[in-house]
C-alpha cells in the first residue's frame, strides 16, 4: 500500500520563486495536514482539512495557500520562496480525529 | 488555547533500565492523545494512542503510556529500553470536543532519547 506519498524529496528554491508540494493518500481519508518541522520547533501545523472543498489555517499559514478538490490529494503552494521557509515539510493524513494521523515521508525544501 | 508541553528535550538511558518520556496537555475537554516517534531522515511513525477506557495503554515495540486526567499527562514508557529505541519522540493532542478543529493536532516540541550500551 502507497499509503500517504509526497513528492518532491528534495527542493531548492530562489528566493521569489513559487512551488507547489504535492501529497496524496490512497486510503480514503478525510482529514488532511501539512506541517513543517523545525530544529527545536516540534511539528508546526501550517494548514489542515476535513474533506473535500474544505481548508482552514493552522499556525503558521503565512506564505502558504492550499486547496482540497478531490478526497485523494492536498497540494500545498509556496506562493514567493522567501529563506524562512526552509524546513521539513510533512503531510498526513487521518480517517477520523480519534484514528491514526498516517504521514507522509517528508518533502526537504531549502531557499536560498 | 490547546497545547502540549514535553518539559525534558532529551533524555538519556542506559540499555535495559526502564524509560520515561514526559508529556503534559492543556485542551478544554477530554483529549485524544497520541505518542509519535520519527528516526532519523523519517517520517513520524505511530505509536501508541489514547482514546478511552482503561488509562493505561500499550502500544508497538513494547511502550505503554499512562493517561492521568487531574495531572494532564500522558507519560511514555518503557520497561527495559534498548538501543534501538533511540529516536525522536512526538506527544501529541486533538480536542474532540470542537466542531471546525477536529481535524487539528497540537504536538509537542518533541524529546530526543538517546539509550546507550
Known amino acids: 500500500n502507497a499509503g500517504v506519498t509526497q513528492t518532491p524529496k528534495f527542493q531548492v528554491l530562489k528566493t521569489g520563486q513559487s512551488m507547489t508540494l504535492q501529497c496524496a493518500q490512497d486510503?480514503?481519508?478525510?482529514?488532511m495536514s501539512w506541517y513543517r518541522q523545525d530544529p527545536g520547533m516540534g511539528l508546526r501545523l501550517i494548514h489542515y482539512s476535513v474533506g473535500a472543498g474544505i481548508t482552514d489555517q493552522g499556525e503558521v499559514p503565512n506564505g502558504y495557500n492550499v486547496s482540497r478538490s478531490t478526497t485523494e490529494d492536498f497540494p500545498l503552494r509556496l506562493l514567493s520562496a522567501a529563506p524562512s521557509q526552509t524546513s521539513v515539510y510533512f503531510c498526513?493524513?487521518?480517517?477520523?480525529?480519534?484514528?491514526?494521523?498516517?504521514f507522509g515521508p517528508g518533502t526537504r525544501l531549502l531557499v536560498l | 488555547a490547546q497545547s502540549v508541553a514535553q518539559p525534558e528535550d532529551q533524555v538519556n538511558v542506559a540499555e535495559g533500565n526502564p524509560l520515561t518520556v514526559k508529556c503534559t496537555y492543556s485542551v478544554s475537554g477530554n483529549p485524544y492523545l497520541f505518542w509519535y516517534v520519527q528516526y532519523p531522515n523519517r517520517g513520524l511513525q505511530f505509536l501508541l494512542k489514547?482514546?478511552?477506557?482503561?488509562?493505561l495503554v500499550k502500544g508497538s515495540y513494547g511502550f505503554e503510556a499512562e493517561f492521568n486526567k487531574s495531572q494532564t499527562s500522558f507519560h511514555l514508557k518503557k520497561p527495559s529500553a534498548l538501543v534501538s529505541d533511540s529516536a525522536l519522540y512526538f506527544c501529541a493532542v486533538r480536542d474532540r470536543n470542537r466542531g471546525s478543529t477536529l481535524g487539528r493536532l497540537y504536538f509537542g516540541r518533541g524529546t530526543q532519547l538517546t539509550v546507550w550500551p
Open positions: 498526513a493524513s487521518s480517517s477520523a480525529p480519534k484514528e491514526t494521523q498516517y
Open positions: 486510503m480514503n481519508h478525510e482529514y
Open positions: 489514547y482514546i478511552t477506557g482503561d488509562n
